[in-house]
């Protein structure tokens, strides 16, 4: 009796498996490693797209607001100040851009889903969405770590909360007088949209994810959602 449930455990598991081989319908396993690979590879290759325009525009990563806030400076005596401090910011929010990778791919990792295949069915950037989601306030942490230890043997931390608290003063949005805080908004919010447009493309260039089940299950329920569509 023993023998015969064994044998019905494995003929039922195999004829699972067998109807899933004829159907094409990935695994569980390939599912999960097609959407952390949109992840991955939209945030990395965004990464080494921010490290080439910087070299281009090294003012990409800074806000909006950063040059009303350092205009403050002038009103405390310290407006020489105010070009260099850009100059080092814009070079030094691209060293702890470059830095993000260890804590992207930890964070992709640890990001938690309940239905891959809709993720997969889902809208050109579902994927980095579900991470923007799940990590933008850790990444704006570190990120702002990183930039602060950088930032450390200048002037920078000394001039920019005086500026800031000026700025405040007046101001109908406040914005942090810590500089990695402020800058890590923007820097975090450039890498997702970016990240964003990168897994666009990437849907609709499956190949380039590179792994062979990650493309398969990306095709299948691609299919699965054109057939939906119909």
Request: hydrophobic share 40%.
């Amino acid at each position: 009796m023993k023998r015969f449930l064994i044998f019905t455990l494995i003929l039922s598991f195999s004829s699972c498996q067998s109807m899933r081989m004829l159907s094409g319908k990935p695994s569980a396993a390939d599912v999960d490693l097609a959407v952390r690979q949109l992840m991955s590879s939209s945030v990395f290759q965004t990464i080494t797209t921010i490290e080439r325009l910087q070299s281009e525009n090294p003012e990409m990563l800074l806000p909006e607001e950063l040059r009303p806030v350092l205009q403050t400076l002038r009103l405390a005596g310290y407006g020489n100040q105010i070009d260099n401090i850009s100059q080092q910011l814009a070079t030094y929010s691209g060293v702890a851009m470059s830095e993000l990778r260890e804590v992207m791919r930890e964070s992709i990792a640890e990001t938690s889903f309940r239905d891959g295949a809709a993720i997969l069915m889902g809208g050109q950037n579902t994927a980095v969405q579900v991470l923007r989601n799940n990590s933008v306030p850790v990444v704006q942490r570190r990120y702002s770590s990183l930039l602060e230890e950088q930032l450390q043997d200048t002037d920078i931390p000394t001039y920019f909360p005086i500026a800031a608290h000026a700025y405040n003063l007046f101001a109908r949005e406040k914005i942090p007088t810590q500089v990695g805080d402020f800058m890590a908004v923007k820097a975090v919010d450039v890498l997702f949209n970016m990240a964003g447009h990168r897994e666009q493309e990437l849907r609709n260039s499956p190949r380039e994810l590179g792994e062979d089940a990650a493309i398969r299950a990306l095709q299948y329920y691609q299919k699965q959602q054109q057939k939906q569509q119909r």
